[in-house]
Every structure is written in C-alpha cells, then in structure tokens.
C-alpha cells in the first residue's frame, strides 16, 4: 500500500485516541503503519529535504488535529483525544471519524510535501529543457555525451577509460568503455541524435552486426528520439548478447540524475527539530 495522505492519517490517528488516553506519539507511529500496511521499504521513504516521510505525515496530522482542537498534548510528545475530538468521532458513526467523512475536496498537503511536489515539478521541467539541447548538439558532441553519461554512472575505471571512436571507419561502433585496465570487458556505443525520427529495428540489428564483427558481447544505443516497439522487442530476443536501449527521456533522466550537463543554482538548507538533543535529558553539568 501506498504513503497515505495527511487527511487520512489525521482521521486514522484521531480513531485511534478514541480511549481517551493519553499516548505517546512516536508509539502509535508503528500502529499507524501497520493500520495502512505499509512495508519496511515505505517507512524507509524519505522526503527531499531529508526526514522519513511517513512519521513526518504523523507529525503533521498531529499539528492539524491539535489546530482542529480535536485533540491536546498534555505532555512533551504525547496526545489525547479532546471533547470536540469525541464529539466528532461520535458525529461519524462507529469506526467511521467524522474528520474522514469532511475531508476538504482539496487534499491537506504537508509543507515537506508541498516541497516534493515542487521539487519533482522543477526535476521534470529541468529534464525537457536538457533533452532540448541535447537534440541541437552536433553528431560529434553527442557521441562524446554519451561516453561521459556512462562514465558518470559509474562504467569504466576511471575518467580516462571511455572514448569515443573516430569518425569514419568505426564499424558503426561510435564510443567504447572500458570496465577494467586491461580491457577484458568493454561496453561499445552506438550513438544516435535524431530530432523526431524513432530508431526502428534494422539500425538495432546493424549495431547487433557490429558488435559481432568486434567480438562483443555488451552494447549500449542511445538515441535522442525513441525507439519502435520492434526495435525494443528484438533487443529483449537477444540471446547472446546484451544490448541495452535508451532513449531520449531516459537519457534526460540519467543526465540529471548523474549531473552530465547540468548545475546546480540554488541549495536549501532544510532544518528539521534534532529528537536526539532533546531526548537526551537535561542533567548535563
């Protein structure tokens, strides 16, 4: 199951507080998860800015709740249902909060959301400009591109091990990456700037072709356009070989996600309250 949002945690957690107690936040946290089955992998997700998503939307729901006057904190890091949170409940029926039954038509969004949200706006606009200057490189600039995205993700020993080769002659191999000094495993590329044509499966078979005649076993076809679906479909048949496809948006992707092509223009420090300064206790000299 998915992150819920805040409403519905909001609604869970106050279901929750309907014994009246008072609780302590961070042990209804794994009560909460389980409640929205959610796995080990979800709660490890975190936001941009660095916190664990879900326990931050706990947070969060706390803070409406407790606006709502539904709720109070009698104590440091513990909550209880209030008279109106009891009301409200009651208002909803048995098992059914109110605060569930009038969520706004819009849903309520936590600020670090509202950040991941922009963040994730900003990323995909950042990728269409990217792949918009990479269609108006030369054949030659895209060629190295290509080269140094694969060395940025890790391929090849180091900066020195992927060239690109030279531009006649070269079989239809356009660059090459050396995984180890000696070349015992290389990766060839065949690279291909195309505006709006799609890559079709004969240029994927001429590159199957060249890498047979060099004696390879590995290749790499990148394109700044897409490829057909019978394109992609003979490069999944492949037995012998492996040959891995990537497009235009997916080179886009990898590009910022590797930092070929990009910079950074403005860093936010998001600061978040230190639970380890003020669990630790006050009885320091």
């Known amino acids: 199951m998915s992150i819920p949002k805040v409403g519905a945690i909001k609604a869970a957690l106050l279901d929750l507080l309907q014994d009246g107690r008072p609780h302590l936040l961070r042990e209804l946290v794994p009560v909460l998860a389980h409640r929205f089955e959610l796995?080990?992998?979800?709660?490890?997700?975190?936001?941009?800015?660095?916190?664990?998503?879900?326990?931050?939307?706990v947070r969060w729901a706390r803070?409406?709740?407790?606006?709502?006057?539904?709720?109070?904190t009698p104590?440091?890091?513990?909550?209880?249902?209030s008279e109106l949170g009891l009301r409200t409940l009651n208002a909803g029926g048995p098992g059914f909060p109110a605060t569930r039954a009038a969520e706004p038509l819009t849903p309520v969004q936590s600020p670090d959301e509202a950040l991941d949200a922009a963040?994730?706006?900003?990323?995909?606009q950042l990728r269409l400009d990217v792949l918009e200057r990479v269609k108006q490189t030369t054949p030659q600039q895209f060629e190295r591109l290509v080269v140094d995205v694969l060395l940025a993700m890790g391929y090849g020993f180091d900066e020195s091990s992927g060239h690109v080769t030279r531009f006649s002659g070269?079989?239809?191999?356009?660059?090459?990456?050396?995984?180890?000094k000696l070349g015992l495993s290389t990766i060839y590329i065949q690279a291909k700037r195309y505006t709006e044509t799609s890559v079709g499966r004969p240029e994927v078979q001429q590159f199957l072709g060249a890498l047979t005649g060099a004696?390879?076993?590995?290749?790499?076809?990148?394109?700044s356009a897409g490829f057909s679906r019978?394109?992609?479909?003979?490069?999944?048949?492949?037995?012998n070989q492996k040959v891995a496809l990537i497009d235009?948006?997916?080179l886009a992707r990898l590009m910022v996600e590797h930092g070929v092509g990009v910079a950074t223009a403005k860093t936010l420090a998001i600061q978040h309250v230190d639970s380890d300064y003020f669990d630790a206790g006050w009885d320091k000299p």
């Open 248 to 250: 235009g948006a997916q």
């Open 75 to 81: 104590d440091r890091g513990v909550v209880q249902i």
């Open 63 to 72: 803070q409406h709740l407790k606006d709502d006057g539904t709720i109070q």
């Open 119 to 124: 963040v994730e706006q900003l990323t995909t």
């Open 39 to 57: 796995t080990p992998e979800d709660l490890a997700v975190r936001h941009a800015s660095g916190p664990l998503k879900f326990e931050n939307l």
């Open 230 to 239: 019978e394109a992609r479909d003979f490069a999944m048949r492949l037995q």
């Open 170 to 180: 070269d079989g239809g191999i356009d660059g090459l990456v050396h995984e180890d």
């Open 215 to 223: 004696g390879a076993t590995k290749g790499v076809f990148i394109t």
